[in-house]
Structures are given as structure tokens and as C-alpha cells.
């Protein structure tokens, strides 16, 4: 790959013991690189270290070794703030703070570029399927799946070159599950978007093809692209998991 | 002071009389299986023993009247408190020894500096008699808002993880995502001192003015030191609370602005 949006080398995780004890190793090894404009669906048990590996890739985590790589630069070259507005992390559970739904949309630090204008805060919101009246919605009464596509518009909002999910419908029931599935997948057309998943979901993996990458106890188990259909895939576990067995299921190598 | 000629002087016997209290309290133990007769007793000598001990000690302090000793004792005080103030969390913060010790000892000093040198204005600066017991009241009152708001601050932490981590992803600084768990902290640490303010002397008397009155000063000098107590107060616990907060925040976070979730 020429030039790949996030590129990860030898990633290793480790966090220090607690009073003494060895450390805690939650990601061992792990390289991966994501085409521009492509998609990577992170699949495991819990506790795999998916979510671990998805918050290293905008430094909400720091890994212990290896090298993350965004848009080129290592991501401890960049400022981590300015890393976070371009690579976009929705939350399997969705925050919104108190206030309005314009509230949570407007809520930035000072000195984030972007058009916050009303107008352009009713186009995100008919983007990710909500009406503009929403603007003036108490954010505390909306639905999960609601509050999850607010809290998409609220990264879209930031034009990011990168969408992190982190399962991001796993909180949510099987109608408003496949909503936000429709809503990533027209936002990722239309704005050429890159993202990574972590997802429990076959449904968003078919929307999003690209790479399926498997963690086991924080190591990659298998790694395939999707191109050429679910046939193509030839881990029995990656099989499985596309054809809806939870991954969680899956006994993993001995 | 002019009235302390006044005071009855308790004897040993009259102390014991004191103890049929606790003997009350120790049948009612007994009576009901509450199991606090061992506590009682041992809470009992303790008292007693500490008390004989902390006065022996400050009575020879009192009459030496050396600048060093009314240090040396407010310094044992403080290393004591700073150890009450983080023994008292359920997880240890990770340096919380240093930043307790610091934020007591700053706010402690400074604090006592002003109302000795500038709002009493104690010749000399050192008079044991006003030091030993203000630093003591500054110190209990920072000590017990310090914790409070440490645990607070942790606890919310652990639970408010998500709000701070959507902060932190939405762009904003590590201070800047703490900043409201930081707020809440303080606010609860800072309630009781407050809520003191409101109801003393209507609710209860406080300690240092009953302390005054019994020994036979007047009433309105009493709520003379009182008012500076509580204002003294109020300063002393926001500083040590406001310090102790801010630096065990920074502990969660790092220069990457990220939160240390494995310490919470």
C-alpha cells in the first residue's frame, strides 16, 4: 500500500502492574495499514484488545512499543488534540453532555476550525437521518439511537479524514442499529471517509468491506480483505463471524 | 487571660467519674450486641494516653517557647494529617503521599501566616498558644476537605471515564476534560465548611469558642476568634482542597492528554 492513512507497526501494550505486580500485556506485536479511504473491521473476543488497539490509533491509549502512523506521521508528532478532530472516535456508548442537541453539536474547544454556522449544523443533522427541529431537542430525551447518530454528527461536524468506531450499535436494538449502520455507510460514500470498526456486527462489516482483522488476547490471529466476498475469506473463524456467529463464540487457536 | 483563675482545675477522680459514661455506654454494648465493648475500651485508654501525652508534650513546648519546637510540632501534625488525608481513599492515588503533604503544608502555612502575622499579630510570631492549636484547627479542617475531595474526584473518575474520554476525543485538553469533575470535587469538599458558616453558633457551639468560654474568657471575645476562625477556615480547607484536587487530576492524566484509565 502506497499511502496508507493509518499505518500501525509492531504495536505492543503493556500497562504497568498494580502495586508490584508484573504488567498487564494487552497487545502484543500487532501491524496492520488501512488504504485511504478504506475500511477495517477489528473482530475478537472481549478483551482481545480491540477497543485498546482502536484508541491507540488517535492516542487516547499509548502504546508501549511499535509505531502508529497517521496521514503519513507518527501520531507522536502530531499534537494529540489536533490527531483526535482528524481521526473522529464514536463511543459504543454515546456521551452527550447537558444541554441541547446544538449544545453538543457546537461543544469544541476554542480555536477548532470548522463551520459551526446553524445552517451547516442542520445539514449534518439531515445527514446522519435526524430532522433539523432536532437542534432544540434536550439531549437528555433522546432515544440510544438518536444520542448515537448526534454524537456522529458531532465528529462529522469536525470534517475528519477518519472515523473510529467503537461499536458503535452494540448498545443499541436491531432497528436503530441498522440506522447508524446506513448512516456511517452514506457518510463514508459521500465524504470518502476512512474508518475502523470494532464491531460485533456483520451487518456494518458487509456495508463496509475492506480488511477484517482478528485479535486474540492481543495478538492478530488472522488478517483478510474482504474484496472478494465472504467466500474469498479463508480463516474458518472470519467465516463464521461474517456468517453471524458471535466472534465471542469462537474458541480461538490452542 | 483574665477570667482562667476561674476555670475548675478537673481532678484524676473527677476524670474517673467522667469514665462511668463509657461503663454506660459499655452495658448498653453488652445489652444490645452491638460488640463495641473491646473499641470502647481500647478507644478509652487510647484518649486517655494521647491526651496525657500530647499535653505533657505541649506544656514543655509552652513553657520552652522556642521558635524551632512550635515548628517541629506543627510539622508532626502535618505529616500526620497528610497521612489521614490519603488513608482514607479507596484506591491510593499514585504519589498522593507528596501531593497530600504539599497541598497541606501550603495551605497550612500560609494560611497561619496570615492570621498570625497579620490578623492576630502574635508577639513573638512563634507564641505556642496561638500556633499549636490554629495550625491544629487549619490542618483538621484541610485535611478532612482534602480527603473528601480526593475521594470525590476518584470516584467520579471511575464513573465519568466516558464523559472525560469524549472530551479528550472531541479535541479538548486533559485539564480541560477534567475540568468539571475538578469543579464537583471542590464543591463537595468545600460543602461542609460552607454549611458551617450558615448554622454556627445557632446549631452548635464550636469547639474553640466553648474551649474560650469555659476558661472563663467573655463570650464576645470568644466569637472575636470565632468569626476569624471560620473565615480562617474557609481559606485553609479551599487552598488545601484546591491544590490537592488539581495535582491528583494531573496524576490521571498525561502530557499526551490522555487518561490513565488502568490507575482508576
Not at chain 1, 82 to 108: C, H, I, K, S, Y
Not at chain 1, 180 to 188: F, N, W, Y
Not at chain 1, 192 to 219: D, K, M, N, Y
Amino acid at each position: 500500500m502506497s499511502d496508507p492513512i493509518v499505518a500501525v507497526e509492531h504495536l505492543t501494550l503493556a500497562y504497568p502492574g498494580d502495586r508490584g505486580r508484573p504488567a498487564v500485556s494487552v497487545l502484543t506485536d500487532v501491524s496492520l495499514n488501512m488504504a485511504r479511504g478504506g475500511a477495517l473491521t477489528l473482530v475478537g473476543p472481549s478483551g482481545s484488545g480491540k477497543s485498546t488497539l482502536l484508541r491507540c490509533l488517535n492516542r487516547l491509549e499509548e502504546p508501549t512499543a511499535g509505531t502508529v502512523r497517521f496521514d503519513g506521521r507518527d501520531v507522536r508528532s502530531l499534537d494529540p488534540r489536533e490527531l483526535r478532530r482528524r481521526a473522529a472516535l464514536v463511543m459504543q456508548t454515546p456521551v452527550l453532555f447537558e444541554g441541547t442537541v446544538r449544545d453538543n453539536l457546537w461543544l469544541r474547544p476554542a480555536g477548532t476550525p470548522g463551520d459551526f454556522s446553524e445552517a451547516r449544523l442542520s445539514e449534518v443533522l439531515i445527514e446522519v437521518g435526524l430532522e433539523p427541529l432536532f437542534l432544540d431537542r434536550d439531549a437528555a430525551t433522546l432515544s440510544g439511537g438518536e444520542k448515537q447518530r448526534v454524537t456522529i454528527a458531532r465528529a462529522l461536524l469536525r470534517d475528519p479524514q477518519a472515523l473510529l468506531l467503537d461499536e458503535p450499535t452494540s448498545a443499541l436494538d436491531p432497528p436503530n442499529a441498522a440506522l447508524v449502520v446506513e448512516t456511517i455507510s452514506r457518510a463514508r460514500e459521500a465524504r470518502r471517509l476512512s474508518i475502523v470498526a470494532v464491531t460485533h456486527q456483520p451487518e456494518l462489516v458487509r456495508h463496509l468491506g475492506g480488511s477484517l482483522l482478528f485479535l486474540v488476547r492481543g495478538r492478530v490471529e488472522a488478517y483478510e480483505r474482504l474484496d472478494g466476498g465472504a467466500s474469498a475469506i479463508g480463516d474458518a473463524r472470519l467465516q463464521a463471524f461474517l456468517a453471524g456467529e458471535s466472534p465471542r463464540a469462537v474458541p480461538a487457536k490452542p | 487571660m483574665s477570667g482562667a483563675s476561674s476555670v475548675i482545675d478537673l481532678s484524676l477522680g473527677q476524670l474517673g467519674l467522667a469514665l462511668l459514661l463509657v461503663g454506660v455506654v459499655v452495658l448498653v454494648s453488652l445489652r444490645q450486641g452491638l460488640g463495641l465493648e473491646r473499641d470502647l475500651l481500647v478507644g478509652s485508654v487510647r484518649t486517655i494516653v494521647q491526651l496525657y501525652l500530647v499535653g505533657l508534650i505541649l506544656a514543655a513546648v509552652f513553657s520552652a517557647a522556642r521558635w524551632y519546637l512550635v515548628v517541629l510540632v506543627v510539622a508532626v501534625m502535618t505529616a500526620v494529617a497528610t497521612q489521614a488525608a490519603v488513608s482514607r481513599l479507596a484506591k491510593p492515588i499514585p504519589g498522593g503521599h507528596q501531593i497530600a503533604a504539599l497541598a497541606l503544608t501550603v495551605s497550612t502555612a500560609v494560611t497561619l501566616a496570615y492570621v498570625i502575622g497579620v490578623v492576630v499579630r502574635v508577639r513573638p510570631w512563634y507564641e505556642p498558644q496561638y500556633v499549636i492549636p490554629i495550625a491544629g484547627m487549619i490542618l483538621g479542617n484541610a485535611m478532612t476537605s482534602a480527603a473528601l475531595a480526593g475521594d470525590r474526584l476518584q470516584g467520579d473518575l471511575r464513573s465519568r471515564a466516558p464523559e472525560v474520554e469524549t472530551m479528550l476525543a472531541l479535541g479538548f485538553s486533559g485539564r480541560e476534560a477534567v475540568q468539571p469533575l475538578v469543579r464537583a470535587a471542590l464543591r463537595a469538599a468545600m460543602i461542609p465548611t460552607v454549611n458551617g458558616m450558615m448554622t454556627v453558633g445557632v446549631v452548635q457551639l464550636p469547639g474553640m469558642m466553648t474551649g474560650q468560654i469555659l476558661a472563663g474568657s467573655s463570650p464576645l471575645v470568644a466569637i472575636g476568634y470565632q468569626i476569624m476562625v471560620m473565615f480562617m477556615l474557609a481559606a485553609g480547607t479551599a487552598m488545601a482542597s484546591l491544590l490537592f484536587v488539581r495535582l491528583a487530576a494531573g496524576r490521571y492524566l498525561t502530557a499526551a492528554h490522555q487518561l490513565r484509565r488502568y490507575l482508576l
